[in-house]
């Protein structure tokens, strides 16, 4: 399972016009790479989601992706006011995001859900004041 | 099927230049993540929404195109993302009922 390349990305906080640039990018390079279409459909949607909860709930944060020969990692890290109940956070149409949030499409309380789906590992520690970080792993052959 | 040919069956305007991708199904939401969780690739996607996320999600989640009904169109920072994207963006003065119907039988 050699890897093949590392790469990290700044994601702002509330920058909704620039959200989803990074799994963007990510998805321009697992094409690049031949990745199978539906593991690159796969990544994307759970990258994506991850980093819209960074711009609307992390206040930001880094985006590290490592690239292998048959899977993909990546790890989502921001410092924002952390998930009290994660359990809750993990429930179907459990939402905190604000009207002004809603009115843009997001706030369907399924990113969480939808990440988990999409993965095929998938971890997440949370600390109330210090943030959270998302660790997922997608096999390309599963 | 292809956009070109659905477009052209549904009478459909034109707002962005895109790909001219198969279409299988189509999926009809306005909540981003639902959107995400639910669509299968090469949807058509109906949606009211107009933003630079919708542009992101359809990108995201592979759809072969999006239609904005009753007569909803694009603003233009949307409408140069989705050129850039490849994604085909069209208008309809129908509602998406209308359009879901008339997609059931082309399809």
Not at chain 1, 56 to 78: F, N, P, Q, R, W
Not at chain 1, 107 to 133: C, H, R, V, W, Y
Not at chain 2, 42 to 71: F, K, R, Y
């Amino acid at each position: 399972m050699a890897q093949v390349l590392t790469q990290k990305y700044v994601v702002g906080a509330d920058d909704f016009a620039a959200a989803g640039a990074a799994s963007a990018a990510v998805k321009k390079t697992l094409k690049q790479l031949s990745f199978p279409v539906d593991f690159i459909r796969r990544t994307s949607i759970a990258m994506y989601e991850g980093e819209i909860n960074m711009v609307i709930h992390g206040g930001g944060g880094i985006a590290s992706v490592e690239i292998y020969e048959d899977c993909v990692k990546i790890t989502l890290a921001d410092t924002g006011p952390g998930i009290p109940d994660i359990e809750q956070a993990m429930q179907e149409g459990f939402s905190t995001a604000t009207d002004s949030i809603r009115e843009l499409g997001f706030g369907a309380g399924m990113g969480l859900p939808n990440i988990k789906k999409q993965s095929d590992e998938f971890e997440i520690i949370s600390e109330i004041g210090k943030g959270t970080k998302l660790t997922i792993t997608l096999n390309a052959n599963s | 099927m292809t956009v070109s040919q659905l477009a052209e069956n549904l009478e459909l305007k034109k707002l962005s230049n895109g790909d001219e991708n198969e279409i299988n199904s189509c999926y009809i939401a306005d909540l981003l993540s639902r959107v995400l969780g639910g669509c299968n690739s090469n949807d058509v996607w109906i949606t009211v929404q107009t933003s630079l996320n919708m542009v992101a999600v359809a990108v995201m989640a592979d759809i072969s195109c999006v239609i904005l009904p009753e007569g909803i169109t694009a603003p233009v920072n949307v409408i140069l993302k989705a050129n850039d994207e490849g994604l085909p963006i069209y208008s309809s003065n129908k509602s998406a009922y209308e359009l879901a119907l008339m997609i059931g039988e082309l399809l």
